[in-house]
């Protein structure tokens, strides 16, 4: 089992920066490929970024260049630092932790977090 909680969402300019934070319990953290998700009002939760355990970083096309992800395996901790924000932007995000071991998948879900791009 792995407990996520997320932190650091809240209300930004557009052009702003924002970092959130997700902090792991329960498990090996180091051997977990950590992820963000975001979702909009009336839109499908989608991949922000994600970063696998061994390091290698994928990014939604929308927000390459603009966002980081990284881990700190010592402190059980994801972080999405967000920079030049778009009210597009603007969601709910969802930290997640996932793995597979012998073929079956473990994923786990955070509780969200808001975020809000606007002046």
């Known amino acids: 089992q792995v407990q996520l909680v997320e932190s650091g969402g809240g209300l930004v300019q557009p052009g702003g920066s924002l970092s959130v934070s997700c902090a792991a319990s329960g498990s090996i953290f180091s051997s977990y490929a950590m992820g963000w998700y975001r979702q909009a009002p009336g839109k499908q939760r989608e991949l922000v970024a994600r970063i696998g355990s061994g390091g290698t970083k994928n990014y939604a096309d929308s927000v390459k260049g603009r966002f980081t992800i990284s881990r700190d395996n010592a402190k059980n901790t994801v972080y999405l630092q967000m920079n030049s924000l778009k009210p597009e932007d603007t969601a709910v995000y969802y930290c997640?932790?996932?793995?597979?071991?012998?073929?079956?998948?473990?994923?786990?879900w955070g509780q969200g977090t808001q975020v809000t791009v606007s002046s």
């Open positions: 997640h932790a996932g793995r597979t071991i012998w073929g079956k998948e473990y994923a786990y």
